[in-house]
C-alpha cells in the first residue's frame, strides 16, 4: 500500500497502471474511516485491478467552520484499517489542501438541475457546490473506471452522476448500500462524536424509518410525514430537522404516490449538537 501526497505522483502512478490495462476504481473519502468505508473498498477491489482511495478533508463543503475544524482527522489510524484488507492494490491519494486547490480554497459553482436546492442543500447552502469541486478535481487526478459512493449520503449519490453527466465523463459512479450497525444505525465518521446516551438513542432513527416504509404503503406521504414529526416530538435526545418523501430522480418531495416512480424517504435528526441524516427505499 502506498500513499502519495502529490497530484502529480500519484497521477503519473494511475496512468503507468492504465498503459497495462489495468482497470482502477476509486473510493473518495475524508477519512475518519469506518466499516462502512470498507466495504465500499471491497467492492471496488473486486471490480477493479487497482483501487484509489482518497482522504482529505475538503474545506469547501463545509458550511460551518467549527465543523470543518471539528472533523476528525485520523490518517494513521485509517492507513492501519485499510492494511486489515491485505489489498496489496491498493493506493491512498492523502493531499494537502494546497495540492487540491493552491492558492484558491474557493468552490465553483454548479448547476445540479435543482437536486442541489433539496434537502441538504436547504439545510446546508452551498455544501453541494464544494462537493462537485472537490469531486471533480479528484476525478480530474485520479480519472477512474469506476467510483464508488455509500447510499447513505443518497443526495450526494445523485449529484455526482448528474456531475458525471454534465461534465461528459467517463466515469461509472456505483452506489453502495447503506452499512448499518447491529442497531441499525447508519455508520458514520460522526458517530464517534455521540454522547452515551445519544448514541442509546440515534438508532430510533432507522426503527421509525423503517416504521414510516411500512406505513407509506397504506398510506399517502402527507399521513407518513405527520407521524414521523409526531414520533420524534416524543424524542427527549433527538430532534428532527427535515423528513422527507421524494422521487429519487429530482429529489423532490412528493404529494402523491405514482407506482411508475421510485420513493426514497430522507430524514436529518440532531443528536445534541451532532447532525445525523440517513434514508430508506420506499418502493
Ligand atoms: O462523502 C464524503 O465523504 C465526501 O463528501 C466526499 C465525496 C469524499 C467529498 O469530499
Redesign the pocket.
Known sequence: MKVFNSKEDIFNTIEGFKAQNKKVGFV???GALHAGHLALVSKALKENDVVVI?V?V?PT?FNKKEDLEKYPRTLERDLNLIKTLFATNIIIYAPSVKDIYDENIEALNFDFDGLENEMEGKFRPDHFDG?GT??KRLFEIVKPHNAY??EK?FQ?LQI?KKLVEKLHLSINVIGCKIYREESGLALSSRNERLKLEHLESAPTIYKILKKAKERFAKQSPKKVTEWVIKEFEKQKMLELEYFVIADIKTLKEIKRKSNKKVYRAFIAVYADEIRLIDNIALN
Open positions: 473518495p473519502t475524508m482518497s482529505f475538503n463543503q462537493v472537490v469531486v459512493f455509500g449520503d450526494q455526482i
